[in-house]
């Protein structure tokens, strides 16, 4: 329970500072923002595809890899969220991490996928990845493995724009702090 309030309280301090950031600095922020809305219409292209795959796997799984440690926003994802104008989504307090995550409902993530944290949307366990592959073409694998290689290039390159463009402004809080939680 007290990793859960540190890493709620620290999602919140970040998630404020970065705002703050975005709000003083948007004319500094364009070409960040451009990359994000770019991201989020990729990941909400390639929603119907992994979702397809989910919900015939997942359902059956007995083993949640869904667990609530997972669902917070890494510092680098509250950038894309703030770059996209999106709200982080609000935590349920007193939730043990170690429980299955407060966003899982009866069909999987209840969150858009345009929200949810990175490692949500990339985490594909050998089940999922096995049913992928079993009901698609090679061309149709390749593509969707193209599509995901583009997404993280484009959140890499968003990333490195964000750490550029705050550091000419000498804005705040503008390099990811070697205290913020990973999981």
């Known amino acids: 329970m007290k990793e859960n309030r540190s890493s709620f309280d620290s999602l919140t301090r970040y998630r404020k500072d970065i705002e703050d950031v ?15 809305v770019g991201i989020s219409a990729d990941m909400e292209s390639l929603s119907s595809f992994i979702q397809r795959h989910t919900a015939a796997v997942c359902p059956e799984c007995t083993s949640v890899c869904c667990i609530n440690r997972h669902s917070y926003h890494t510092f680098d994802d509250i950038i894309y ?33 345009s929200i949810r944290p990175y490692r949500c949307n990339w985490y594909f366990c050998s089940s999922l990845l096995d049913h992928i592959v079993e009901y698609n073409s090679t061309r149709q694998y390749r593509s969707f493995i193209s599509l995901l290689q583009q997404i993280t290039g484009k959140r890499q390159t968003m990333i490195e724009e964000y750490a550029s463009a705050t550091k000419k402004t000498a804005a705040p809080h503008m ?9």
């Open 22 to 36: 975005f709000t003083y600095y948007e004319d500094h922020l364009k070409k960040v923002r451009d990359i994000a």
């Open 81 to 113: 969220l703030c770059a996209t104008g999106e709200k982080l989504p609000l935590h349920e307090a007193g939730i043990d991490d170690s429980a299955p995550c407060h966003f899982l409902g009866n069909l999987g993530c209840t969150l858009p996928r």
């Open 175 to 183: 390099h990811k702090p070697d205290n913020f939680l990973y999981y």
